[in-house]
């Protein structure tokens, strides 16, 4: 079992993925990673039945989403955003 250190950053949250987030995360994904020419497969995934919806968490500052992780079999996933992404993420 591989431990992974995590870092407390102030009045940031983090909760587990709930109904109707799907579209929370892909708009993450899109504004971390920019253009996405596989988003059409991207968003198929995050929306099917094989999603991971148990291991995945999404981080939020002042109840606006600013990031987003999913464990994968004993992998994890995680991905930042700068202020400016995080502001247009909160636009959700």
Do not use: W
Not at 38 to 46: D, G, N, W
């Amino acid at each position: 079992m591989r431990t992974v250190e995590t870092q407390e950053v102030p009045g940031v949250t983090i909760r587990g993925f709930q109904s109707g987030d799907e579209t929370v995360f892909l708009k993450l994904l899109k504004n971390s990673f920019g253009p996405l020419e596989y988003a059409p497969r991207l968003k198929a995934e995050i929306f099917g039945p094989y999603f991971n919806r148990e291991g995945s968490f999404i981080a939020e500052k002042d109840g606006s989403p600013v990031g987003c992780v999913q464990h994968e079999q004993n992998e994890v996933q995680t991905m930042e955003l700068s202020k400016e992404d995080a502001d247009d993420a909160a636009e959700v």
